[in-house]
Nanobody, 115 residues
């Protein structure tokens, strides 16, 4: 089973930027549609962005125009460039296949947007 390790989170001021990385194990990464998800305290996990094929991307309305999803199949890695961050972006961010069964999630990476 493919596994994912998220990294790149941290504390950032409103208006700042972060770049998240998702390192995938296994040799099948390139065939998967992938997504970035997030879960804020007390809220359900939500899909933030997804990437299909090599570069076809979709975004939640709340992040459209601010976040950019990308992938490097040669490195088995997916990225999420987050710009113009807002306090409401505070959450644990996860990567996973899209769609997925929900049975497996990595440890995620915490993003906190606060002054």
């Amino acid at each position: 089973q493919v596994q994912f390790v998220e990294s790149g989170g941290g504390l950032v001021q409103p208006g700042g930027s972060l770049r998240l990385s998702c390192a995938a194990s296994g040799s099948m990464f390139s065939i998967y549609s992938m997504g970035w998800y997030r879960q804020a305290p007390g809220k359900q996990r939500e899909l933030v962005a997804r990437i299909r094929g090599g570069s076809i991307s979709d975004y939640a309305d709340s992040v459209k125009g601010r976040f950019i999803i990308s992938r490097d199949n040669a490195k088995n890695t997916m990225y999420l460039q987050m710009n113009s961050l807002k306090p409401e972006d505070t959450a644990v961010y996860y990567c996973n296949k899209f769609p997925n069964s929900g049975a497996y999630w990595g440890q995620g990476t915490q993003v906190t947007v606060s002054s």
